[in-house]
T-cell receptor, first 116, second 112 residues
Framework: DVKVTQSSRYLVKRTGEKVFLECVQDMDHENMFWYRQDPGLGLRLIYF???????EKGDIPEGYSVSREKKERFSLILESASTNQTSMYLC???????????????FGEGSRLTVL | AQSVTQLGSHVSVSEGALVLLRCNYSSSVPPYLFWYVQYPNQGLQLLLK??????LVKGINDFEAEFKKSETSFHLTKPSAHMSDAAEYFC??????????FGKGTMLLVSP
């Protein structure tokens, strides 16, 4: 069964802390994505990656960075967490599809981050 | 540029009633359209997708959606709601050369 695994379901951090959210997929997908989900705002794309060592900014990259050192792993980093980054974070992966970006997205179960 | 509008943040139906969730899109190129569902405390999973083949698309759990270019719509329907259909539903648009843009979601509430 295909799987996207996010390392933590629930995290509580303090303002100014550095936060790492880890995501691992076992489907050998080239594409990986980090979304933020907030009530009434839907899903907003933070960063994505089409290949190892590659990253692209999404719609709301400010305050975030990412790392993709291995194909199966995509990490989201909050360098200095702030209260407005309290949210649900969803990782997803997909194969490229033909044409690109038409492949099904497979999502993890989400990481709910609270910043105090 | 592309965008998605989902009409109604919440839709309530009775068990056995027709489900209709509305989605309108905007895209400057031929779109690819998707419906995803999110059950409580889970990630999203694909219900169905339109990629320029048949305009009526059938998905899992008896859901279907019809692509209407003239109306720029991709509404999701199910003939008879089940309690297990209670979830949040997201419409998304892509163009093949851009990442998906998701709507804000519609919460489906099913009452006995």
């Amino acid at each position: 069964d295909v799987k996207v695994t996010q390392s933590s379901r629930y995290l509580v951090k303090r303002t100014g802390e550095k936060v790492f959210l880890e995501c691992v997929q076992d489907m050998d997908h080239e594409n990986m994505f980090w979304y933020r989900q907030d009530p009434g705002l839907g899903l907003r794309l933070i960063y994505f990656s089409y290949d190892v060592k590659m990253k692209e900014k999404g719609d709301i990259p400010e305050g975030y960075s990412v790392s993709r050192e291995k194909k199966e792993r995509f990490s989201l980093i909050l360098e200095s967490a702030s209260t407005n980054q309290t949210s649900m974070y969803l990782c997803a992966s997909s194969s490229p599809g033909s044409p690109p970006n038409t492949g099904e997205l497979f999502f993890g179960e989400g990481s709910r981050l609270t910043v105090l | 540029a592309q965008s998605v509008t989902q009409l109604g943040s919440h839709v309530s139906v009775s068990e056995g009633a027709l489900v209709l969730l509305r989605c309108n899109y905007s895209s400057s190129v031929p779109p690819y359209l998707f419906w995803y569902v999110q059950y409580p405390n889970q990630g999203l999973q694909l219900l169905l997708k339109y990629t320029s083949a048949a305009t009526l698309v059938k998905g899992i759990n008896d859901f279907e959606a019809e692509f209407k270019k003239s109306e720029t719509s991709f509404h999701l329907t199910k003939p008879s709601a089940h309690m297990s259909d209670a979830a949040e539903y997201f419409c998304a648009v892509g163009s093949g050369y851009s990442t998906l843009t998701f709507g804000k979601g519609t919460m489906l509430l099913v009452s006995p």
